[in-house]
């Protein structure tokens, strides 16, 4: 069965996933990183983003992800547009590299930003990186510099974290400083092992 080892991890924009999943990585977790298999298709598909958006967006067969991403969190059809190229070809390959590790038959991780968004995942286990929504802004504006109607325009693009953290199968919660994340991060781990093993 695919995706019968699998975790998902998520959140929402600047609720630290990338920290929690480097933390999980040094536990052991094998982890597969949609975000890196995006970046590798988006530029695989420069030719598209320019035929789709302008060349302005790509440079020696790089999309420019940060202007890229300006056009389409202000416009709602524009991202439509981007996602329906995109999504079907991250599926695939997060479906290839699931397939070799549910072989191993020991717990994985899925790094999905937009799991619930996408609705695109059979996995069953999932684990929401929790800040609160003025936890976001404000590491939004500090972390990117950007205006808090920029920031806010990108965390109301994705379901609220409140919602998620009702779905969750496990919540890490990352309200606090790095040495809470860390200690929650570990029990998260203690968690899914007892549950898989």
Same mark, same amino acid.
């Given at each position: 069965? $695919? ?20 933390? !999980?990585?040094?536990? =052991? ?5 949609? /975000? ?5 298709? #988006?530029?695989?598909?420069? &030719? ?16 420019? @992800? %940060? ?14 547009? #981007?996602?329906? #190229? !995109? ?15 549910? %072989? ?13 968004? =996408? ?5 069953? +286990? ?8 003025? &936890?976001? $802004? +404000?590491? #939004? ?12 325009? @990108?965390? /109301?693009?994705?379901? /609220? ?11 890490? /919660? +990352? ?17 899914? !092992? =007892?549950?898989? $093993?």
């Amino acid at each position: 069965m $695919l995706f019968k080892y699998a975790i998902a991890l998520t959140g929402s924009i600047s609720t630290g996933k990338s920290t929690a999943i480097n933390i !999980l990585k040094q536990t =052991g977790f094998h982890v597969i990183d949609a /975000d890196s298999i995006s970046h590798q298709i #988006l530029d695989e598909q420069h &030719q598209n983003i320019a035929e789709m958006f302008g060349k302005v967006f790509v440079k020696e067969g790089s999309v420019d @992800r %940060k202007a890229l991403g300006n056009i389409v969190f202000e416009d709602p059809e524009a991202r439509r547009r #981007l996602e329906a #190229l !995109l999504h079907p070809l991250i599926y695939e390959r997060i479906v290839e590299k699931a397939t070799k590790m549910d %072989k191993r038959a020991v717990p994985y991780i899925v790094d999905i930003p937009l799991f619930f968004e =996408g609705g695109r995942y059979a996995i069953e +286990n999932v684990i929401v990186v929790y800040a609160t929504k003025e &936890q976001q $802004l +404000n590491r #939004l504006m500090e972390r990117e510099g950007y205006s808090e109607e920029e920031a806010l325009s @990108r965390i /109301d693009a994705q379901i /609220d974290i409140e919602e998620k953290r009702q779905s969750a199968s496990y919540v890490i /919660d +990352n309200s606090g400083n790095l040495k809470q994340l860390q200690y929650e991060t570990e029990r998260i781990r203690e968690e899914i !092992l =007892g549950d898989f $093993l």
